[in-house]
């Protein structure tokens, strides 16, 4: 019976000792997706279990990572129980002396050495002035100089006290002369001392700041039993701040007969707390921090409010929110046994989720956790465009190009900023937003000085008082000059404007225009001309305006 429960007890203990038994282990990043705000990161662990219970720590993942992400899963012939999650400290072990510390301590101990051997010149120097007042003590002892036994007679008192004197100059001489040496070296043990405590407080300081100081390792701890062992393989995947992707393009365009060359790059940046060493990436146009469930309308009640007259200006003429597409430098012509070098676009495809895009890149990326921005090329495409000109002469002599593009809808776009190319040359910056509902995007693509406008006043404004009325009356005549200096015919579409009534009483009235189109609302004209090479065209326009003659008018 004792023997049986011995072997019980030792049973139990192998079971419970097996049961607590812990591994760390090392996990490496298999891939990346990185959201608008924030990135996911996948790893995968190994390790080669015994039957039994096991608390695996595994470790490797950023301290930042969102608790409530944390997903593991595996491969295996075992069974996850539990996972949790804690933060170590770990000592690092010291680093070996530095080149400076070295530097430091001989300095120190050739500074002791001089201090050890100014100890014994001072020794040195304190036993002769010891010798030199024990030989003055001596002398002025001396029978012959104390008026003893033989220094009665004249002869032999001067004698002596000449005798004396001699011997005490010197004396005094040599005790002097030590007392000087002696302080000499006193100053100089000093300072040696001095500068053995400021290079201790040197190397001191350097030691303090070489110590490691314990590092905080984020382990997930997975709680897993296996009846029989075996090879397991862990996945598990979190989400971490403080990584994100935007959207950056460029719009390239070699000419009016050459289609718009689209860029799609994405501007990565992280500072996650881990590096991201070779590893694939994907960017989502998902963004985990908006808020995913549906607004909720409140009531829209209509209230009576108080109407204050104002004068307000209407808009002016607006611009199509632009998207803007580009591509890579023009290369220069190569030999024929040349091949065109990969771009990293090459190795992209875009995957449709349920309700965000994906752009899986092949090519493995390192990204360190340093915040720094970092270009990743997304897709390049080819868009067919139609090219225009636009002047709009009462504020730009110059034409403006304008290229239509059309099929952009399929390249899934985000809004933002885009570098405009013409020919190989950097001509300007737009933003663009591709949320804007239309079948064609409008690209600005700069200037174009060789085709230009003159906006001439054709006489002085006439103004008068209308008889018999409370009317004011002004009218206006302009003449628009369009040149085109080109060798090929250029389709131009010119813009101007006349005033708006921003109130009643004021009335203005279009005359003498030949626009291909008046928007009465907005006030604005448009003329869209073929001017041929080398040749101008003309048109004109007017407006009269009235308005009350006790008022004064502003027009803005």
């Known amino acids: 019976m004792h023997k049986l429960t011995v072997l019980v007890t030792l049973l139990l203990l192998n079971f419970f000792s097996r ?62 129980l539990d996972v949790a999650q804690r933060v170590v400290y770990r000592q690092e072990e010291a680093p070996k002396s530095s080149p400076e510390m070295l530097r430091y301590e001989r300095q120190i101990k050739a500074a002791q050495d001089s201090v050890l051997h100014l100890g014994y010149a001072l020794e040195r120097v304190q ?34 006290l000449i005798y004396l004197r001699s011997q005490l100059e010197d004396i005094h001489r040599a005790m002097v002369e030590e007392k000087r040496n002696e302080e000499e070296l006193g100053k100089v043990r000093i300072s040696l001392n001095e500068r053995i405590a400021l290079l201790t407080q040197y190397r001191e300081s350097l030691q303090l700041s070489n110590t490691p100081v314990p590092k905080p390792i984020q382990q997930i701890l997975v709680n897993v039993f296996s009846e029989r062992g075996g090879m397991a393989k862990l996945d598990f995947h979190y989400t971490v701040q403080d990584a994100s992707w935007k959207p950056a393009y460029d719009i390239r365009s070699s000419g009016p007969d050459k289609p718009i060359v689209l860029t799609y790059k994405a501007l990565i940046r992280q500072n996650s707390g881990e590096d991201w060493n070779q590893v694939p990436l994907t960017l989502s146009t998902n963004d985990p921090t908006l808020r995913q469930e549906r607004p909720q309308l409140p009531v829209w009640y209509a209230r009576y409010f108080q109407e204050i007259q104002t004068l307000s200006a209407k808009p002016s003429v607006s611009d199509n929110r632009a998207l803007s597409l580009a591509g890579y430098e023009d290369t220069e ?56 000109h636009f002047l709009v002469p009462r504020l730009e002599q110059d034409a403006f190009i304008e290229a239509r593009v059309s099929g952009w809808e399929t390249l899934n776009l985000l809004p933002g ?48 008082n209308r008889m018999l009325s409370q009317e004011r009356i002004r009218t206006e005549s302009w003449t628009i000059t369009v040149r085109n200096t080109h060798k090929n015919a250029v389709h131009v579409l010119v813009l101007d404007q006349i005033p708006v009534p921003a109130e009643s009483g004021i009335a203005v009235k279009l005359h003498e225009t030949q626009a291909s189109r008046y928007d009465e609302i907005r006030g604005m004209l448009e003329w869209d001309l073929l001017v041929e090479s080398g040749a101008e065209q003309k048109r004109s326009f007017g407006y009269e305006i009235r308005w009350d003659k006790h008022r004064k008018l502003m027009i803005h």
Do not use: C, W
Request: proline share 4%; glycine share 6%.
């Open 127 to 160: 036993l002769r002035r010891q010798a030199l007042s024990q030989e003055k003590s001596i002398l002025l002892a001396n029978p012959l100089m104390t008026g003893g036994k033989g220094s009665d007679t004249l002869p032999n008192l001067k004698s002596s």
């Open 333 to 388: 012509e190569k030999l024929q046994d040349e091949v065109d070098a990969m771009m990293a676009a090459d190795y992209s495809s875009l995957v449709q989720t349920f309700s965000n895009v994906e752009f899986k890149i092949d090519l493995p990326y390192s990204i360190a956790a340093d915040n720094q921005e970092r270009m990743l090329l997304i897709q390049q495409s080819e868009l067919s465009a139609t090219y225009r």
């Open 19 to 80: 049961a607590s038994e812990e591994l760390i282990l090392t996990s490496s990043i298999k891939e990346v997706t990185v959201f608008l705000n924030r990135a996911q990161v996948f790893r995968n662990a190994s390790v080669n279990l015994k039957p039994g219970q096991h608390v695996l720590a595994i470790e490797g993942a950023s301290a930042q990572l969102d608790p409530a992400s944390l997903q593991v899963g595996g491969k295996g012939t075992f069974v996850i």
């Open 417 to 464: 900023h885009a570098n405009i190319f013409y020919d190989g040359t950097l001509i300007g910056r737009a933003h663009i937003d591709p949320r804007v509902f239309s079948d064609t995007l409008s690209l600005p693509m700069g200037r174009d000085r060789m085709v230009f406008a003159q906006r001439v006043r054709k006489s002085t404004p006439d103004e008068k």
